[in-house]
């Protein structure tokens, strides 16, 4: 043991089914599930897991000394996200805009610039089915994710880790990806789908991680997505198919791999990834 | 009385932008010696929250009205802090909002 293999599921697109993958797959790999998605982590709905241990994730704010600031705004013109601004005789700080980069204590001639501590978040740790499960959990109305994301994949146990990652392709997604040891790509076979679908394989490609791709919601066996990959060589790892029963499943907060049918796709999906991206 | 408005054009002429954090052009009016100039909104091309710099900006011309379409509530919040008037105009000639605000006062 003491090896740590992170495998970051991400999308592009929202909605195509991460969530679905990765808790049924951390389920059948005997994995911990890491829920990444701070900002509407989901996972905990179908994995059910005992919370043990709820952690807080803090972050640097600054704070002005009315006394010793002599009103030279040398931090507000430095602010590159306009978090501090000139009020009457006094600095306003916008704290959610604050990306804690310590800056404006530099630039202060005065001193008069502290930093005081914030909870943004939290990290909750659990046990389901003899699984550990993590997740990050942003409060409501905070917009800076990424401090909360580097906390929790940055301690991640030795193990193999499915992280669930935020949709898009955003800062959420490219800092979880900087822990990904391979990543799997979920798609639908539909514009949108492939749209975003090429936005992640850049993304991917551009941080030189090895990927397959899961096609969710597959009604014809010959679709764009497949044509895609094909023509690109990338490894469809596994085919879910379009069909009622695994949305009246996932609505009622049920995992697929209860049903025996299902239960072979993770199965398999297990098996390629081991094959394919564990194995290089 | 300082005021600002935000424009779409350096003219007066020009149509106001409705936008505060991302207009064009801010037109600094001053009531008492019917002075009229032009400065250039440089927060426009900001990653995010051009709002407050665009507040930050025309706070430093020490204006005392801000006259614009839209206002967002972080800007506004800067603005309200530095006890400054926020009106809210129909997208009309820089012009025809000077008039209609001397009439008002």
Do not use: W
């Amino acid at each position: 043991m003491g090896v740590r293999i992170n495998i970051v599921v991400l999308s592009g697109k929202g909605g195509t089914g991460k969530t679905l993958v990765s808790t049924n797959l951390a389920l059948i790999m005997k994995s911990n599930y890491v829920d990444a998605d701070v900002e509407e982590p989901n996972g905990f709905i179908f994995l059910k897991p005992k919370i043990k241990n709820i952690d807080n994730v803090e972050v640097d704010i600054p704070s002005i000394n009315t006394k010793l600031c002599q009103k030279c705004y040398k931090c507000v013109s430095f602010c590159e996200f306009n978090a501090l601004a000139i009020v009457k005789n006094d600095i306003l700080v916008f704290d959610k805009l604050c990306h804690s980069c310590g800056g404006c204590k530099i630039v202060c001639p005065f001193n008069a610039i502290s930093y005081k501590k914030k909870t943004i978040g939290i990290i909750e740790k659990g046990i389901s089915d003899d699984i550990l499960c993590i997740r990050g959990v942003l409060n409501v109305g905070e917009m800076i994710s990424v401090p909360l994301i580097k906390e929790l994949l940055g301690n991640l146990e030795s193990n193999i880790n499915i992280i669930d990652s935020a949709p898009g392709t955003s800062c959420n997604v490219v800092n979880t990806l900087n822990y990904a040891n391979c990543a799997i790509l979920v798609t639908e076979p539909t514009e949108f789908g492939l749209h975003d679908l090429k936005r992640a394989v850049a993304l991917v490609e551009d941080l030189k991680i090895p990927f397959g791709v899961v096609v969710n919601r597959v009604i014809e066996h010959n679709n764009i997505i497949k044509k895609y990959c094909e023509e690109k060589k990338i490894k469809i790892l596994s085919e879910i198919n379009y069909e009622k029963k695994i949305a009246v499943l996932y609505s009622s907060g049920s995992l697929l791999i209860d049903d025996e049918n299902y239960k072979k796709i993770f199965i398999n999906l297990s098996k390629k990834i081991k094959e394919h991206l564990l194995c290089n | 009385m300082k005021i600002a408005i935000s424009s779409q054009g350096k003219e007066k002429d020009s149509l106001m932008d409705s936008r505060f954090g991302r207009c064009q052009y801010f037109c600094i009016y001053n009531t008492e010696d019917d002075s009229f100039r032009v400065i250039a909104n440089t927060a426009i091309n900001s990653n995010s929250s051009a709002g407050i710099e665009a507040a930050n900006l025309v706070l430093k011309e020490n204006i005392d009205i801000v006259i614009t379409g839209n206002i967002g509530p972080n800007a506004n919040e800067v603005l309200k802090r530095s006890n400054k008037k926020v009106f809210v105009s129909e997208m009309k000639k820089i012009s025809e909002i000077i008039n209609e605000y001397k009439t008002i006062n």
